[in-house]
């Protein structure tokens, strides 16, 4: 066990990449736009705009002065990055195989995703994280400041999500209110992903392209090394690290939910040859039981239903990465 966990869960160390990694990198056209960055302390009718603007074109927007205090953020990261460098037997406890997706508090290593079976160059660490109360005793209590520093961030980054959520109703004629309840009262789920330096990042990624199967998702990358890359007229966005800000993207629940007005975009991670990146993101996610289906405020005559409606459980069990 002590040996799997120290190639597993530790960062890798290799002068190469191993065998089971290489696959090339399909050619990808730098695409030169960056994602808006929204000031959310700005005017309610300039914000509602812009956040719907960037929703509908990009499926992606970085927001700051949103409320998340920059010491919490910092803190978060720091004790993030602790825990990926904690020895290995301080972490048995939480890892599992790959295999083991119906486990809730796990880390895993090297995920191997059902598209492909092909191996990816990340550690994950993912935890329940809300309600804070009910999901707090199953969080690692290594490093001491772990614990604090989630129960600090998370709140008040879900806050952020809701509100935006209700921007975004306001300005496609939905109900303020409308994602909230089942809609938006499954758990949150928080990845923590730390991705080594890779010596030959060309023949591996941290993530596959994917899209988010949840409601909406805020990221944090602390620090100043980019690697996450967004899908954008045929090529690839980087996602440029902007000090105090949160990355959000809609998940395929918002693009179902407001009949495709806003968009869920594949999105992936590439690895970096001299530095290694954390990045930390909240899943705000409808209740298991939820049917989510378009919204009948947003379905009538000259704009039929382009989705089906699916109970959230059996969309998580046909979608899985």
Known sequence: MEKLLSSAVA????????????FLLPPAPPVPVSLPVIDLSGGRDEVRRAVLRAGKEFGFFQVVNHGVPERTMRELGTACGEFF?????????LYSESEDTER???????????????????????LACHPV???????????AAFRPALE????????VGMELLRLLCEGIGLPPDYFEGDLS?????????????????????GLPPHCDRNLITVL?????????????????????????????????????????LLRSVEH??????????TSVAAFIMPTMDCVVGPAKELVGEGSPARYGSVAFRDFMRSYKL
């Open 268 to 277: 992936r991670a590439v690895a970096n040859v001299a530095v290694g990146r």
């Open 104 to 126: 809730t508090n796990r880390l895993f290593s090297s995920t191997m995703c059902v598209s492909g079976g092909q191996t990816y160059w990340r550690h994950c660490l993912r």
């Open 220 to 260: 944090l990358q602390p620090g100043y090394v980019c690697g996450l890359q967004v899908s954008y007229n045929g090529g690839w966005i980087d996602v440029e690290p902007i000090p105090e800000a949160l990355v959000i993207n809609c998940g395929q629940q918002l693009e179902i939910a407001t009949n495709g």
């Open 185 to 205: 009262g499954g758990e949150v789920i928080l990845n923590a992903n730390h991705y080594p330096a890779c010596p030959d990042p060309g023949v591996t990624l």
């Open 11 to 22: 960062s890798h160390d290799h002068e190469t990449v191993p065998g089971r990694f290489p």
């Open 133 to 143: 109360e009910s999901t707090k005793p199953g969080w690692p209590e290594k490093p």
């Open 85 to 93: 460098r904690l020895p290995a037997a301080d972490k048995a406890a």
């Open 152 to 159: 600090d961030f998370i709140v008040p980054a879900r806050s």
